[in-house]
């Protein structure tokens, strides 16, 4: 492939943290870490993958880089649980202290610039109960590395961090709280660039975020210089609903101000992957479907077939007092929520909204099942803002390179790579969020 050469320079916006830490740097924190975790590890990963696995001797049964590689790579196709059971390994092998994170944002931003990334935001997710002393210090320690790394490295990379807030906790109070850091540490001022919203996505439908995506940005216009991004994983997992309301709800979190959205599959993922199935949906769920079908009818019609409106409001009528409903992907539903897709990726194109597609994370967790259902190639038609990223390169066994790779061969051509490259640098969270303007990247790499 010509576009990653060695010289070629990447921004990879989509990426955590600890997820990025590398097979054999793992065995090493492990092997170093006086005290693992191991009862977080070695229950899930038995019950999920069959295999009971003996503490005691673990660094001796591991101690061949290769087995340990396999122990640890999520690189299979696989529900959220058998990932989750392998990011477990670093959670039980971490320490998760400032004195680690310090170390580990500085070696994560020295391993990504080996391999071409010149531009990463990393986030980071603390635990709900964490006290404010430890948020403090655990923040500005990921600073301190950062810091640490561009010092060391001349420069010629830059890391900017994330804070994952908890989508079912007090957002609130963690923003306030993270503002005012920023006032008083200067650290954290510079290189703390976006909000981050993760993990389990059912159950948090994005209007329950709305007047919190208003007050972030009311906020950036009022204080430019500590302006936040608000990045929103949406539309990645949608089990408990159809493609239609997740389709929705990246539309919805665009509208409302969300800056760049996480994987957003549900947007331009191949209906076909459902013929002749059976989707469950809540009653509500679908209530609000149907509610935004009617409200932008005319609208959404330009873009294809969707039924009457004396139909739509008849289902409204007949689902009134259901919990949940059952809806069969035939082949006018399937026509129907491609025509709705359509729609909401016209619209998203027209907001400042920009989609971080993560290829191999899509693959190996997310609902695309078969690889020719892809969304990436649609959202690349309907022109919408686009950065490839690799979400969680140490856990997944990848790097930027090969997710431009594995892009191309979903069949994105060459120069539009380049494009999305290059662009990338433009969607950085301190330019999205106002902070930064972006006229000094003009003509960038
Ligand atoms: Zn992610």
Not at 115 to 123: A, H, N
Not at 257 to 271: C, K, S, T, V
Request: aromatic content about 10%; glycine content about 6%; some cysteine.
């Amino acid at each position: 492939m010509t576009i990653p050469n060695k010289e070629t320079e990447f921004a990879d916006l989509h990426n955590h943290l600890y997820g990025s830490i590398r097979a054999e740097l793992l065995w090493e924190m492990g092997r170093t870490n006086p005290s693992p975790r191991w009862e977080i590890f070695l229950h899930p990963y038995e019950t999920l993958y069959g295999k009971r696995i003996d503490s005691s001797s673990f660094f001796e049964t591991y101690r061949d880089p290769e087995a340990f590689r396999k122990l640890y790579l999520f690189n299979h196709k696989g529900p959220f649980s058998e990932f989750q059971a392998k990011f477990n390994l670093i959670i039980a092998l971490s320490k998760f202290d400032p004195e680690e994170i310090r170390f580990i944002a500085e070696r994560i931003t020295a391993d990504q610039f080996s391999e071409g990334v010149t531009y990463g935001e990393y986030r980071i997710m603390y635990a709900p109960n964490e006290s404010d002393v430890n948020v403090t210090a655990k923040t500005v320690a990921a600073c301190e590395g950062f810091a640490r790394a561009e010092s060391e490295l001349s420069g010629r990379a830059r890391s900017r961090l994330v804070v994952s807030l908890h989508r079912d906790g007090g957002f609130y109070r963690e923003y306030e709280f993270l503002k005012g850091l920023m006032e008083k540490d200067s650290l954290v001022r510079k290189y703390l660039v976006g909000l981050d919203f993760c993990y389990i996505e059912e159950g948090f439908p994005p209007k329950e975020k709305k007047e919190f995506f208003e007050t972030v940005g009311k906020d950036n216009v009022a204080q430019r210089s500590s302006a936040l991004t608000v990045l929103y994983h949406v539309g990645e997992s949608f089990r408990d609903k159809g493609l239609a309301s997740a389709c929705r709800w990246v539309l919805e979190s665009a509208e409302w101000g969300a800056h760049r959205l996480g994987h957003a599959i549900a947007l331009g993922l191949d209906p076909e992957a459902y013929r002749g199935e059976t989707i469950r949906e809540d009653g509500s769920e679908r209530k609000d479907t149907l509610e935004f079908l009617l409200e932008r009818w005319e609208e959404i019609s330009r873009f294809g077939e969707i039924p009457a409106k004396e139909r739509i409001s008849a289902e409204l009528d007949s689902i009134r007092h259901k919990s949940a409903i059952e809806i069969p992907m035939t082949e006018t539903s399937l026509s129907e929520i491609r025509t709705l897709q359509n729609y909401c990726m016209d619209r998203i194109s027209k907001t400042s909204s920009v989609i971080e597609s993560c290829p191999s994370s899509n693959e190996y967790i997310g609902m695309v099942r078969d690889l020719s259902h892809h969304p990436l190639t649609r959202f690349a038609q309907n022109e919408l803002k686009l950065t490839i990223s690799t979400d969680d390169p140490g856990i997944f066994g990848t790097d930027i390179r090969a997710e431009y790779e594995k892009a191309k061969n979903l069949g994105l051509s060459e120069d539009l790579l380049e494009k999305i490259r290059k662009d990338s640098f433009r969607y950085t969270s301190e330019i999205l969020s106002g902070r930064e303007i972006p006229d000094s990247l003009t003509d960038q790499k």
